[in-house]
């Protein structure tokens, strides 16, 4: 009985118009704004392709795969095992939002990043080493698009979501995102 009336709690509220709270959730598709996706150092060109597929669906962006990055050995700390993220982003200009995607570890002054993005100059970099790969790019787009971090622990533009792999926005963010 308690499954049942959860049951209809849950599916047939909102199905009926019953309005309700949304205190997370996804942006409104914006099929205007393009973005360049980039792979860089022979990055896996399924995961490239992947990554675009799935950020068009979220956001309703255009893409493009280009799995014909520069050679980022100049940006090489330490040997070859960190890139050093502010350095590279120092020496990109885009005029369209760009997501370059790495098989390298990223560092920054104060240590490693999963992804870092240049809102003024709409570039993003990700580490595509890691399994949430996604969130990161999501995380890193917000920065392009205008929003800070938020303090809610939950929204994907939080800056403490290391091991949270939401890729929803907070109420919030929403409204920021998408005015």
Known sequence: MKKNLLFILLFLIPILGVSQSVEFGFPQKDTNRYVKFVGLDK??????????????EYFGFKTKVSNDGFSINKYFTQGVTFVDANLLLSNVYNDTVTVYITNHPLVVDDGFVRGISLPDYSTVLVDGRREDLINTIIHELGHVLGLHHCENIKCVMSEDNEYDTSIKFCEHCLKEINN
């Not at 990055?43 to 068009?56: A, H």
């Open 43 to 56: 990055f896996d060109s399924i995961s490239l392709k992947l990554s675009s597929l799935s950020i068009s």
